[in-house]
């Protein structure tokens, strides 16, 4: 049974960090490309960050410079690494394990950016 359990999600203040954290568990964790999503409320959910098995990286550009997404395969984990924190950036935060035409996701976790 595969499981990607997100955590790390929380309130913070405009210009905060937060360090969101996903673990894999049922997949071969060095074959999956590995991803964060968000979705805020009454839009579609959309690609922050991916990180592929060869460590390849790619961003969003409104993400691009303070936010870091890094795997450790050995902890079967990924991390998101948010910086500079924008209310936009505002929503619930999904884990994603990607490989060909499979897919898996996590439950989410919140992060509310808020004064």
């Known amino acids: 049974q595969v499981q990607l359990v997100e955590s790390g999600g929380g309130l913070v203040q405009p210009g905060g960090s937060l360090r969101l954290s996903c673990a894999a568990s049922?997949?071969?964790?060095?074959?999956?490309?590995m991803a964060w999503y968000r979705q805020a409320p009454g839009k579609q959910r959309e690609l922050v960050a991916h990180i592929t098995r060869g460590d390849t990286t790619n961003y969003a550009d409104s993400v691009k410079g303070r936010f870091t997404i890094s795997r450790d395969n050995a902890k079967k984990t990924i991390y998101l690494e948010m910086n500079s924190l924008k209310p936009e950036d505002t929503a619930v935060y999904y884990c994603?394990?990607?490989?060909?035409?499979?897919?898996?996701w996590g439950q989410g976790t919140q992060v509310t950016v808020s004064s």
């Open positions: 049922g997949i071969i964790f060095n074959r999956y490309t």
């Open positions: 994603n394990a990607q490989i060909l035409n499979t897919y898996y």
